[in-house]
């Protein structure tokens, strides 16, 4: 049962462009949508996060999006720099659920 | 304040081994938990605790034992060690009181299996 679906395993941008990274998921009891980033040997760090009752959360460069009837979740990047490269997971959960994880995604953006 | 310490960083084992992969905490959170991660399946929960001398079982608990004896540390244990253990196990910990609180990560420990 894959509750949650990034589509996208790769994403590349040029250094000072948006980069746009997206997730789907089935589950209609998450509430609470969170966006964590990895850089290799170490482990994933907070980055953003978002609850139900709204559609936008914006933190600096980085701005989270929720489509709630869609069942989608997106994060942008604008603008994407070289540090910015890394795996970005989106991770979900509710009151009475663990957190669940995509897959991730590896952004690689080129100076 | 270290955060979240794991230890071993990497280590390889032959099959059929035994192992302990350790984590220890200073931030007093309640919430410990385990994944693995593995290329093209995100991380996965393995065993989580909310307190000490509760431990309950995740998404793969299948292989691994783990116990809470303390609030500082929270083992986890393969008694038979098998190549599709092979993975890199994040040990991650959350102030259980909010639970959209964002999980604290270690490093990460690379074991392989072979």
């Known amino acids: 049962d894959q509750q949650v679906k990034q589509n996208s395993p790769s994403l590349s941008v040029q250094e000072g462009r948006i980069s746009i990274l997206n997730c789907d998921y089935t589950n209609s009891m998450f509430d609470y949508f969170l966006w964590y980033k990895k850089y290799p040997a170490e482990g994933p760090t907070f980055l953003i996060s978002?609850?139900?009752?709204?559609d936008k959360n914006e933190d600096g460069r980085f701005t989270v999006f929720l489509n709630k009837s869609a069942k989608h979740l997106s994060l942008h990047i604008v603008p994407s720099q070289p540090g910015d490269s890394a795996v970005y997971f989106c991770a979900f959960t509710g009151a009475n659920s663990k957190l669940t994880f995509g897959k991730g995604i590896t952004l690689s953006v080129r100076p | 304040n270290a955060g979240v310490t794991q230890t071993p960083k990497f280590q390889v084992l032959k099959t059929g081994q035994s192992m302990t992969l350790q984590c220890a905490q200073d931030?007093?959170?309640?919430?410990m938990s385990w994944y693995r991660q593995d290329p093209g399946m995100g991380l996965r929960l393995i065993h989580y605790?909310?307190?000490?001398?509760?431990?309950d079982q995740g998404e793969v608990p299948n292989g691994y034992n783990v116990s809470r004896s303390t609030t500082e540390d929270f083992p986890l244990r393969l008694l038979s060690a098998a190549p599709s253990q092979t993975s890199v196990y994040f040990c991650a910990t959350l102030y259980v009181a909010n639970y959209n609180s964002p999980l604290h990560f270690g490093n990460g420990t690379r074991l392989t299996v072979t």
């Open positions: 978002i609850s139900s009752i709204k």
């Open positions: 605790s909310v307190g000490a001398g509760i431990t």
């Open positions: 931030m007093n959170h309640e919430y």
